[in-house]
């Protein structure tokens, strides 16, 4: 199983705004930096859960995946980004997720889920 460079990066770029070395994050997870440089690159699903454990366990923040998210620009995700910006509601956004989920990772799936006024987003791994 894989997730997209992109993710890394976008984790990467998250723990440089908070003043802690990229390069060091990549030593101690033992992930080449030549592996980050090519964004047509994935990394091993276990290579990517020793970067959220240490990341996460570095900046003592549980909730660092939702501030990757926040402060993510729209390009992160590279043309999967693009796409899901271009849609005019988040139900499109998901749909088209759920599609091209594959370019980023597949390592996971998502779906939407609507029952009545309530809707769940669905990330399985």
Do not use: W
């Not at 990066?9 to 080449?32: K, N």
């Not at 570095?58 to 899901?84: E, I, S, W, Y």
């Not at 597949?106 to 399985?124: M, N, P, Q, T, Y």
């Amino acid at each position: 199983m894989t997730i997209s460079v992109v993710i890394v990066r976008g984790v990467l770029s998250e723990l440089r705004d908070r003043d802690i070395d990229p390069d060091e994050v990549l030593c101690a997870i033992g992930l080449p930096r030549e592996r980050v440089a090519d964004i047509r690159k994935y990394v091993t699903l276990d290579e990517a859960e020793r970067l959220v454990r240490y990341a996460t366990t570095r900046t003592n923040d549980p909730g660092l995946g939702l501030a990757v998210g926040a402060h993510a620009p729209g390009a992160m995700l590279q043309v999967v980004g693009h796409l899901l910006l271009a849609h005019r509601t988040i139900r499109e956004a998901f749909t088209a997720l759920h599609r091209y989920s594959a370019l980023l990772t597949d390592a996971a799936s998502f779906r939407l889920v609507e029952r009545g006024e309530h809707a769940l987003f669905i990330c399985e791994a």
